[in-house]
């Protein structure tokens, strides 16, 4: 199966963010994609998270979703992105990946539910921690996919939740500050997660100067298969469950586990 990785450049503004992504999900269903996975804060973002974000925030059936779905739809391509959704907290939205299908059909929804509180930021002052702790999967193309958000790389309990529930490859729809070291232990945690679960992971993050952008995707044994640098694009890779098979078989993890 081959999925696309669409890096951006997400801003403020939700019209220009979303033509960016119609042309990527455009340009991955020529090159043979059948999903394409796009940033945290896809159709939103700013340097820090602010008031403006619930005052945006919209229902999953609202327009900004419609137009997610219908650009599935119209490339008959899966569609993954991060969107800012609305929530039942005064002042606050979710943080949430909406995952849409080659009909348009939503499959899933995750809400991010380890807050960037660190480095200086204070996410959960405008965004509620997702209510939920169940590990969200779904399914397309004959591939188990599993979804977790930009910070939640650094707790490794939930991307193993994952792997138990049946992912093979996790989507990481991320927009990771920058800082000291800050790209390395992007890389580092991306490849981590990859190993300890024999999964493929790919992390899709914005570009600078919002994030660190380089935009991966690691195979089971660690290996970068692509890196997409440092400006806007997207990419078109392939998973296969075949290797993830084998991989599975050379280092029998999930049988020998004790805890």
């Not at 299908?101 to 960037?116: M, Q, T, V």
């Not at 599993?146 to 992912?167: I, Q, S």
């Not at 290996?223 to 997409?228: C, G, N, P, Q, R």
Request: net charge negative; glycine share 8%.
């Amino acid at each position: 199966m081959k999925i696309a990785l669409g890096q951006l450049a997400s801003g403020s503004d939700i019209a220009a963010n979303l033509a960016a992504i119609e042309r990527f999900a455009a340009a991955a269903a020529g090159d043979g994609a059948e999903l394409v996975a796009f940033p945290e804060y896809a159709t939103y973002e700013k340097k820090v998270v602010d008031a403006s974000f619930p005052a945006v925030a919209e229902p999953l059936d609202g327009p900004v979703c419609r137009a997610l779905a219908a650009t599935a739809a119209r490339h008959s391509i899966a569609l993954v992105a991060g969107v800012v959704e609305t929530s039942p907290e005064p002042g606050k939205a979710y943080n949430t990946l909406a995952a849409f299908g080659p009909d348009g059909g939503r499959l899933a929804s995750y809400r991010k539910i380890h807050l960037f509180d660190a480095q200086g930021f204070d996410e959960s002052r405008f965004i509620a921690p997702g209510p939920s702790l169940e590990p969200v999967v779904f399914e397309t193309g004959g591939i188990k996919f599993g979804l977790l958000t930009c910070y939640d790389l650094r707790f490794p309990e939930l991307a193993r939740a994952l792997a138990d529930a049946g992912a093979q490859a996790l989507l990481v729809p991320s927009s990771w500050v920058p800082g000291t070291h800050k790209t390395e232990q992007w890389m580092a945690l991306n490849a981590a997660r990859a190993i300890e679960n024999s999964v493929y992971v790919a992390g899709i993050c914005q570009a600078p100067p919002v994030s660190v952008g380089r935009s991966v995707l690691v195979d089971q044994m660690g290996f970068m298969e692509e890196d997409l640098g440092l400006e806007p694009g997207v990419r078109t890779v392939e998973v296969s469950l075949d290797t993830v098979a084998r991989v599975r078989e050379q280092f029998p993890m999930f049988r020998q586990r004790r805890l």
